[in-house]
């Protein structure tokens, strides 16, 4: 493959950040839809709980913390993939 048909891509952090946020905002609100309508036993609040501190099953105040703290996981997942793949893909390694 000759140097002009490679195209140099950067990954930007704002598309990614809200991409992923919002891919986690609407798996939590699944996953809180589903512990609404499934059984006790199915339910998935018990895996939610230690990952998102304050976050209290059926309670608006931490349904709402967990709603944000999901959001601020996909931004923290974005900012740190954009910064190791800028960093690898420069061959800094």
Known sequence: ????????????????????????????????????LAPEQMRMYEAWAP?????????????FIGLVEVYLYGWYIAALFVFLYSWFSKGNH
């Open 51 to 63: 990952l998102l501190p304050g976050f209290e099953w059926l309670t608006w105040s931490g349904f």
């Open 1 to 36: 493959m000759n140097d002009s048909t490679v195209v140099n891509t950067r990954l930007r952090t704002v598309p990614l950040g809200n991409t992923l946020s919002v891919l986690l905002i609407i798996s939590y609100l699944l996953c809180v839809g589903f512990g609404l």
